[in-house]
């Protein structure tokens, strides 16, 4: 009789865990989840409801008025305000000409810093000569905030754009330069002695080899060159200027238009952010092999 | 093609002080027309030097190397090195990987996909020619980069562990590749590899190093690469008593360098 039961009882066990076990399989096994590289997975959910629960938390804060508009207003003041800005303008310009004249200064001063600062990275990490010569006078200005030498711009090439986006190209030279020269570093001696057992010049070593695998650095650098652009931005149009986003937000700020001030924040971070997405896509099209040989 | 290295030392400046190191000591070396060299030794025993020097990217500290009567005096396109990995050009896709070669000297398009035309089919490379070569597997990347060697119709090939980053079968279909293209090209292979039983199956002669300071203490001529072309099945020619016999001559010779650490 108790043996019965008991094989009753195993029987009904067995049943059990092959249902769990077939549960479990339902499931497809996720590779890597528990085990695999930390921090590996999607993040576009999480991001967006941080954004939401932000935004819903100010909300919340301006409606309940614990924090008078003027510290703080509420975000449907601010799309207002953007409205009208784009409609009426802002101290005589619309907002487009703003946005157009301080995009022109960034990127007018990225594309400089480009241009000079990725050669002469290449060359720096290329020459010793040229490293040493170059190497002080980058390393000695890269710390320095840009504010405490925007007076001496200022004095020496005058309150028009010139020293504005000096400035600015100033900021974004360092990083390029710095990238581009540590990313010679990244070809392989078994690619540079492969092209020279073809024959290959110095010259074509660099062009064929060592320019191509340094791009991955060159492009990160960039992304990271251009926001030190943005960040200057402000800074540049603080002396003189009459246009310009930055110009807009410190403006606005003597007159206490708070709404303006943090319009201007939010639109300066949104194109940063379209030029990093950007900058992103560039880099899948043109070094998709990154990371992978 | 006739290589002649005489007395070559290479001595290496002391890292952080310490003492110069001897990586190669008066090695003298001769290799001919269709000479298959493999080059085995303990690690640190100056292998992958020698093929440097023969390749022209370290210069000896003393002696010289002679190709076709003159001095090699640096890398150049009539020896090509086919390198254990990391060597091909990741944003080039096959075809252009295994151009490389040509485009530096400035030869055509035409005549450049004319010749890799060729060596994909000679390499069976057939339908991958636009594939990126981040995308291959291992064994197909060193068939690019063996077809990029070849390309500038070497006279002497120069192979760096050519087979030492890839899986023990792929391995032994490479290695069967590699003879079979080394006898219907003719070229001459100075090829390195720590298999001992690679290095019996694949070479003409066999050069044993030891390290400290790195020189050449034996040499074999082995008769199994001609077996395998004659028609013999490559695990017969390695399971063969010969063969055994003389890879266990030749593991102990290289274990006592290794004991000797």
Known sequence: MSDQNNERGNKAQSAISALIAKLARQRPTRPGEIYGVPGSGNTIALSLATIAILLLVWWLITALGWVKPLFVPSPQSIVIKFLHVWKEGFTGSPLWMHILISACRVFGAFLLACVIGIPLGLAMGMSPFIRGVFDPPIEFYRPIPPLAYLPLMIIWFGIGETSKVLLIFLSVFAPVALGARSGVRSAGIEQIHAAYSFGATRWQVLRHVILPSAMPEILTAMRIGIGFGWTTLVAAEMVAATRGIGYMVLSASQFLQTPVVIMGIVVIAGIAYLFDLLMRLTERRVVPWKGKM | ?261
């Open chain 2, 1 to 261: 093609m006739r290589l002649n290295i005489e007395n070559a030392t290479v001595i290496y400046p002391g890292v952080e002080g310490g003492l110069p190191t001897e990586a190669l000591q008066q090695i003298n070396l001769t290799m001919d027309d269709r000479d298959f060299v493999v080059a085995i030794g303990a690690s640190g025993c100056g292998k992958s030097t020698l093929l440097n020097l023969i390749a022209g990217f370290l210069a000896p500290s003393e002696g010289r190397i002679m190709l076709d009567g003159a001095v090699v005096e640096g890398p150049g396109a009539d020896r090509s090195v086919v390198f254990q990995k990391h060597a091909l050009l990741p944003w080039l896709d096959v075809r252009d990987n295994i151009e490389f070669g040509l485009m530096l000297q400035g030869h055509e398009k035409k005549d450049r996909n004319k010749v890799a035309d060729r060596f994909i089919k000679l390499l069976g490379l057939s339908g991958f020619e636009d594939s990126p070569v981040y995308a291959l597997s291992g064994g197909m990347q060193q068939r690019v980069g063996i077809a990029r060697a070849l390309t500038c119709d070497p006279k002497l090939l120069l192979m760096d562990e050519p087979l030492g980053a890839l899986d023990a079968l792929t391995r032994e279909t490479a290695q069967e590749l590699i003879l079979h293209l080394w006898h219907d090209t003719g070229k001459s292979i100075f090829f390195i590899t720590h298999s001992v039983e690679e290095a019996l199956f694949m070479g003409t002669r066999l050069i044993v190093m030891s390290p400290r300071p790195g020189r050449i203490t034996h040499e074999f001529n082995l008769p199994f690469s001609k077996q395998f072309l004659d028609g013999i099945s490559a695990r017969t020619v390695k399971a063969s008593p010969e063969f055994i016999k003389i890879r266990e001559e030749i593991l102990a010779i290289v274990f006592s360098d290794v004991e000797g650490v």
